[in-house]
C-alpha cells in the first residue's frame, strides 16, 4: 500500500514515524513542510537518508520539494534527475510551517513550465 501525503516529520520524531508508516505502507510521499522546509534536491536527499536511517528493507520514501516563491526552474530539473517525485505549494501562512511559502502563484509561471516539460 502506498500514502500519498505524509508527515514523517524530522530528527528524533523519525525514530517513532518512520517504522510506524513502515508498518502500513511500502511507500509514502514526504511532505516538505520542515523547519527549514524542504526548498532543494540537496535538502530533500540529505532528508532522505535520515528517513531511510530508521526505515526498515524495502520502505520507500518519496521526496517532495516545498515551493516558494524563490524556486527556480533549475532547481525542477535537478529534483526530476533525482527522483523527487512531487512539489508542494503551501500558500504563505495557510498551514504548519508554511511561511515560507508562496505568496504569488503567478511568479511559478517558468517552475510549473519546467514541471510540465
Given at each position: 500500500a502506498d500514502d500519498?501525503?505524509?508527515h514523517l516529520r524530522d530528527g528524533e520524531a523519525l525514530k517513532t514515524t518512520v517504522p510506524m508508516a513502515a508498518r502500513?505502507?511500502?511507500r509514502v510521499i514526504?511532505?516538505?513542510n520542515l523547519v527549514p522546509p524542504v526548498t532543494t534536491v540537496d535538502a530533500a536527499m540529505a532528508y532522505k537518508e535520515?528517513?531511510?536511517a530508521h526505515?526498515?528493507?524495502g520502505f520507500e520514501p518519496l521526496m517532495t520539494l516545498y515551493l516558494t516563491d524563490a524556486t527556480k526552474p533549475d532547481e525542477i530539473a535537478k529534483a526530476k534527475a533525482a527522483g523527487v517525485v512531487a512539489c508542494k505549494l503551501y500558500p504563505a501562512g495557510a498551514t504548519t510551517n508554511s511561511e515560507n511559502g508562496v505568496t504569488d502563484?503567478?511568479?511559478l509561471g517558468?517552475?510549473?513550465r519546467e514541471?510540465?516539460?
Open positions: 500519498w501525503h505524509h502500513s505502507f511500502r514526504v511532505m516538505p535520515r528517513i531511510l526505515a526498515p528493507r502563484v503567478t511568479k517558468p517552475v510549473l514541471m510540465a516539460a
